[in-house]
């Protein structure tokens, strides 16, 4: 079952920040996020696990709360780079290694 | 680390002909390679789950005669759609997962297909 993304869009200036919502009504053992350009592979941004985690890789961070089975993805400080569509894949528990992709966000950063 | 290859990054045929995919992990040993398509402004939906050595599984509604996947090595796997038509054409991406715990997904490139 697809997790749901949101929103679907959102356009942002350089500088500016956003938040990705992904929720799933099964049980996760992990969610992964991912950022596409278009016409290429998505390319993995980071993998947060069951138990509840936070993590970040430069001005882009993620959580997964475990309880409510959500994460959100947060976009700081934007830069043009950032354009692309968001997917958040999720595994579910107990986890048989695939995962199943929401309908993605579209982010534009515009300068 | 974790690079993926696909080939061809674009094919164009004629319908009723068969194409062949390859994909490959070319700095680790993949024990299970995915095969997703998307259609454009779409998701990725999985067709196909591949371990080296054995059968793929394949997702509900995903016609296992027509998308033939081989797994033959563990750096190696094809998809082959056979008689290909108009409704085929997508972008087939491939995936691949190291066997280690709490790893991901790494994508290749995608192979464009066109049915003509």
């Known amino acids: 079952q697809q997790p749901v993304q949101s929103p679907q869009a959102v356009i942002l200036r350089e500088g500016e920040d956003a938040v990705i919502n992904c929720s799933s009504s099964?049980?996760?053992?992990?969610v992964h996020w991912y950022r596409q350009k278009h016409g290429e592979a998505p390319v993995f941004l980071m993998i947060l696990l069951k138990g509840g985690e936070q993590k970040g890789h430069e001005k882009i961070s993620a959580s997964f709360n475990e309880k409510k089975q959500q994460s959100s993805l947060y976009l700081t400080a934007s830069q043009l780079s950032y354009s692309g569509t968001y997917f958040c894949g999720t595994e579910r528990w107990p986890n048989d290694y695939k995962l199943s992709f929401g309908a993605g966000t579209t982010v534009t950063v515009r300068a | 680390g974790a690079v993926v290859s696909q080939h061809p990054s674009w094919v164009i045929c004629k319908s009723g002909t068969s194409v062949k995919i390859e994909c490959r992990s070319l700095d680790f040993q993949a024990t299970t390679m995915f095969w997703y398509r998307q259609f454009p402004k779409q998701s990725l939906m999985l067709m196909a789950t591949s371990n080296e050595g054995s059968k793929a599984t394949y997702e509900q509604g995903v016609e296992k005669d027509k998308f033939l996947i081989n797994h033959a090595s563990l750096t190696l796997s094809t998809l082959t759609v056979t008689s290909a038509h108009p409704e085929d054409s997508s972008f087939y991406i491939c995936?691949?997962?190291?066997?280690?715990?709490?790893?991901?997904?790494?994508f290749g490139p995608g192979t464009r297909l066109t049915v003509l």
């Open positions: 995936s691949a997962r190291r066997d280690r715990w709490a790893d991901t997904q790494y």
């Open positions: 099964k049980a996760l053992y992990s």
